[in-house]
């Protein structure tokens, strides 16, 4: 079942065409990446599914309903979470105060607290530390782990390997995927062509705003012409 449908969308920013008819689908249970070097509209994509930027023309679709331009309110509330690249996480809250500040239904709350544990086993006993004081590894980990506890349908995550050591990067593998074993699905925003063969099960190339190809990531790894311009030669 197709969960979340682009048709032909476009979007201008201080007058600037920055997408030019992307059209992409995610169905359920499936993890697909975005894949593009930096600039090419991996975020704005990703903005404009949860409603912060502004689509000129064009349909999203999520669960079968028009959600274009939607307030990102209503979205999030529909099922959709969104860990963004710059985490925005709350510095003077705690780790745990950060997760609970978006869970829906408190009476879960110790049940969903055990699922984003289990994930991110490094946080727990960051609980209690304010998220000001965190790495930036372990931003990303309170970043995502924020979104999950809405218990989204589809969850958005934005660069969520970028500027991490290669150990934290292994860790994050791992947990990507229990966060898949969970059942939920992901659309992936990536730069990084290696990462994306440990990440997704289908792929997307953007660049300079246009969805350029589409496949698994095998299909990337080995075109050369792909791998070029995502590499930015």
Known sequence: MTILELNNVYVDIAGVEILRGISLQVDEGEVVAL???NGAGKTTTLRSIIGLQKVRSGKIS???????????YKISKYGIGYAP????????LTSYENIKVAMKDSSKEENILKMILDIFPELKPLLSRK???LSGGEQKMLCIARALALEPRLLLLDEPLEGLAPVVVKRFYSSIKKIKEYGFTMLIAESNIHHVPKLADR???????????????HDILTNNEIAKIIKGY
């Open 85 to 92: 690249e710059d985490r925005k996480i709350f510095a003077d």
């Open 62 to 72: 999520f669960n079968g309903m028009d959600i274009t331009n939607m307030p990102p």
């Open 131 to 133: 998220g000001g004081y």
């Open 35 to 37: 894949v593009g070097r």
């Open 203 to 217: 792929c997307y190339v953007i660049e300079r705003g246009e969805i350029i190809f589409e496949g698994s990531p």
